[in-house]
């Protein structure tokens, strides 16, 4: 069967034996699958048929300068020729004494005769022939004419002959310009098919957030943007913690410099809120991407110079400049809101990893020990829990969503990891992260603001650290297969995760599936088989302002729900597992699906699957208020000798609600 689309398409080919259908795919290509009520449809960018431009464009570069290289050495070579024909016999010193010569013939050259028909030391006859020179000339003149007459002969060959310079300079400067045709022929034919799934605007929200920025709303907005979020996710209009993600830029408000900004982009992501939730063209998520990444450019001279010349990226070192504008954007509102938990809820500590049923070890801040791979962590001892090992994409994102809603302390977040036990003695991990919980920034649960704007920049954060340190607590071993897996916050968080060499030098990460979060970011390895789901009327993927990057072993998915007859915000956790709950009918992406199962053992007989669950706390100092408060639980002892007290929390007073709240 073969299934046609405007500018791409996908053709499945059977050998008639089986059932089993081999995909010949061009990407990116669209695809749809059933799901809910009615049909999910889909754009595959990346995969094993994607075409790294990158590569092309290197590529041709690489053909340009050797056809350069080629073509300067013809030039040198025709100087060369210059030079040899200009040149006259080599001297020879007059002889001591007069030898007897025979007669003797002469030799015939045709076509060696110089203009003129004489030559220094040569008397040329009618027919070309060289007659006998003076005594002791004649052998060496005559080796060197014909060497001379040889190899002007061979250098005009290399030159411009068969097979020459200028014939291979030539194929290579052709060649050079077929890589970039093709590579400007897939980067269009692929700019092609994004366009037709990003077609969505924000111009309208643009100049109604514009509109209500210059209203006298603003002097309270800071105030009330809490408030106006909760109302928002009223009525299950933003479910799970995608509000969370949605308020990450509210902290700003408090920064002077980009206080315009905040108010803007703010008012943006709630009113978009509210557009998403009733819109149906399933392209607001790409009108967002593009909105941010202005406003990111738009920032960038800004924050980049507030930033020090080097900033950290997981484990390593890097300029500053080396980051995209918007994780430098990300970077700086991380530096506001860290000074700002500090402030609220006292300087980070470390972090607090805890087994449920088992023990807990507590690693440094991730600024001092980033991963906590320098610090030692013990294993388990303790056994862990039976459970079914999960089979597909949406079975580990339904499994997720459990472990979210299992864990009722709002205190702390929660991670997940599942060993695996095959029949034949091997052992497999999935690491699931599940997504914001706590929509503070530097208290004690890292699922936090803080931890969204630290990861979408790349910094360390305290989440890392602990999925980190649970992976080691389990015994996870440097050889033992793991996939890993996160939603929103987590998914950004097992990203950089798998991103990072210094991570790879003690696991060996195999699969990286990621629901609704921004990793655009991630610079996945290519030894990482990475499938990203993006609903695109799910904003909170966009926040990282760019389209994910691809490669043979990199593809993201971009759903269209808007027909599935699903209920919810797309950015839930049950939206996107029933969006994907039969995308294994989908060959192109079945592969993953299979080897996703084969890491988890679902359905392996004599396989056992064990889950070890833990408990994440920041730790901080203490603050002046939590003294006056009596409160130190996941806090350091106090100063002795205290700063002087903050400035009064403002107190708001929500509308009909009779009580109220600090923000």
Excluded at 635 to 640: A, G, I, K, W
Aim: aromatic share 4%; glycine share 8%; with cysteine.
């Amino acid at each position: 069967m073969s299934t046609t689309y405007a500018t791409t398409h996908v053709t499945y080919s059977s050998d008639g034996a089986s059932d089993t259908a081999t995909p010949l795919v061009e990407q990116p290509y669209e695809t749809s699958w059933s799901a809910g009520s009615g049909t999910v449809t889909a754009l595959v960018v990346g995969g094993t048929c994607s075409v790294d431009t990158s590569d092309l464009d290197s590529l041709a570069l690489a053909l340009t300068a050797a056809g350069d290289h080629l073509d300067q050495a013809r030039l040198e070579v025709l100087k060369t020729i210059t030079e040899v024909e200009s040149a006259g016999p080599p001297p020879v010193e007059a002889p001591t004494h007069v030898l007897a010569y025979p007669s003797m013939v002469p030799v015939t050259l045709p076509g060696a005769e110089p203009a003129g028909g004489t030559t220094a030391g040569w008397a040329w006859g009618d027919n070309d022939s060289v007659p006998v020179p003076g005594v002791g000339r004649l052998s060496r003149n005559v080796t060197c004419m014909l060497g001379q007459h040889h190899a002007i002969n061979a250098l005009e060959v290399l030159a411009d002959g068969p097979s020459s310079l200028a014939e291979t300079a030539g194929a290579l400067h052709d060649l050079a310009s077929a890589v970039t045709e093709a590579a400007d022929a897939y980067s269009g034919a692929e700019s092609a098919v994004r366009a037709r799934w990003a077609t969505g605007t924000l111009s309208d929200l643009r100049t109604d957030v514009l509109n209500y920025a210059s209203s006298p709303l603003v002097t309270i907005l800071g105030l009330q943007a809490l408030m106006v979020i909760r109302a928002l996710t009223f009525d299950g209009a933003l479910l799970d913690d995608s509000d969370a993600d949605l308020i990450q830029v509210a902290s700003l408000l408090q920064d002077d410099a980009l206080a315009l900004w905040a108010i803007r982009d703010l008012m943006l992501v709630i009113i978009a809120s509210q557009w998403v939730r009733d819109a149906g063209t399933g392209t607001e998520a790409a009108a967002v991407e593009a909105y941010l990444a202005d406003v990111a450019h738009r920032l960038n001279p800004v924050v980049t110079e507030r930033l020090p010349k080097t900033v950290q990226v997981g484990s390593r070192s890097v300029p500053t400049s080396s980051l995209t504008e918007m994780q430098r954007v990300s970077a700086y509102l991380a530096m506001i809101g860290a000074a700002s938990g500090a402030r609220l809820h006292g300087a980070r500590t470390g972090v607090v990893v805890s087994a449920q049923g088992g023990g807990s070890v507590t690693v440094p801040t991730p600024s001092v020990d980033p991963f906590a791979l320098g610090t030692a962590v013990p294993v388990l001892t303790t056994d862990g829990t039976p459970v079914t090992a999960p089979a597909t994409a949406a079975d580990v994102i339904r499994y997720s969503a459990g472990l979210k809603k299992a864990d009722t302390d709002p205190s702390t977040g929660v991670i997940s990891v599942l060993r695996t036990d095959h029949a034949d003695g091997t052992t497999s991990w999935l690491v699931v992260v599940p997504g914001t919980t706590d929509w503070g920034m530097g208290d004690s649960n890292p699922q936090d603001l803080l931890t969204n704007f630290e990861a979408v920049a790349g910094q360390p954060t305290d989440m890392e650290s602990a999925v980190v340190t649970a992976m080691r607590a389990a015994g996870i071993q440097e050889g033992d297969p793991v996939a890993i897996y996160g939603h929103s916050q987590g998914a950004i968080s097992v990203a950089n995760v798998a991103a990072d060499p210094a991570v790879a030098d003690h696991f060996n990460i195999t699969h990286l599936l990621t629901a609704g979060g921004p990793v655009a970011g991630a610079a996945v390895p290519d030894d990482v088989t990475a499938l990203h789901l993006e609903d695109t009327a799910d904003i909170v993927p966009a926040l990282d302002a760019a389209p994910n990057p691809t490669s043979a072993t990199r593809t993201t998915v971009l759903l269209n729900t808007t027909e599935a007859g699903i209920d919810g915000y797309p950015h839930g956790t049950e939206h996107y597992a029933q969006a994907v709950e039969h995308m294994d009918s989908e060959p192109a992406l079945a592969d993953f699906q299979a080897e996703l199962a084969d890491v988890t053992g679902a359905g392996e007989e004599g396989a056992v699957t064990t889950e070890y669950v833990f408990d994440i706390t920041r730790s901080t100092d203490v603050t002046v208020w939590e003294q006056v408060a009596g409160t130190s639980e996941h806090r350091s002892e106090p100063d002795p000798q205290p700063g002087p007290a903050p400035t009064p929390v403002p107190v708001v007073q929500h509308p009909g609600s009779g009580s109220a709240s600090q923000w």
